[in-house]
Every structure is written in C-alpha cells, then in structure tokens.
C-alpha cells in the first residue's frame, strides 16, 4: 500500500516537532522519526483502531502520546492507500465525533 500526508497532517506534525525542537532539538528528532517509523508500518499493515471520526482509523505511536488519525481510499490499481489525516498529541481536547481543534 502507499502511504500519503494530508496537508493537515502534515501541519500538525511540522507544528509538534517544532514545539518539542525549541526546547530539546534532539528528542524532537526522535519524535519525528517514531512517528514517521509508525506511519510507515501503515503502509505494510494497517492496523489500527476504529477512529472516533468516522470512517477512520486511529494508530497510536508507541511509547509517545500521539495518535496517527488515517484512512484507507481506494486506488485505481487495486490496492488501498493509506492517507494519514491528523497527527494528534494525546492532551488535547477530542470531541467524540470530530477533530480536535
């Protein structure tokens, strides 16, 4: 499967690791590789959770509170493709239902 960045996720990300990169330039490179080491593996296997959005999925990214927020779109090939939507830190107020803001 091929794995795609929403504009939104990518946002998010570029977002957290900067916050973390301003205190701790080297955690913020370990943050950046987990999660992009997790949102890999999706592309492999995706196996995450019901998503509380619907018609998502949710992958936590071990050891981190981030949850990677995607979905499976079909392909004209055949295969799906994975699209990650949101990047999200686990402390931030999650609606049921909708997106945190």
């Known amino acids: ?27 913020a490179a370990r943050v950046a590789d987990r999660i992009d080491r997790t949102a890999r593996t999706l592309a492999r296997l995706p196996t995450g959770r019901h ?25 004209p090939g055949g295969d799906d493709t994975v699209v990650i939507l949101r990047v999200i830190h686990g402390a931030r107020d999650w609606p049921p239902g909708r997106w945190p803001r």
């Open 51 to 75: 998503g509380r959005v619907a018609g998502t999925y949710e992958k936590l990214v071990t050891g981190l509170p981030y949850v990677i927020a995607y979905a499976l779109a079909p392909s």
């Open 1 to 27: 499967m091929k794995v795609v960045w929403s504009a939104t996720a990518l946002d998010d990300f570029d977002r957290s690791i900067a916050f973390i990169a301003a205190k701790n330039p080297d955690a």
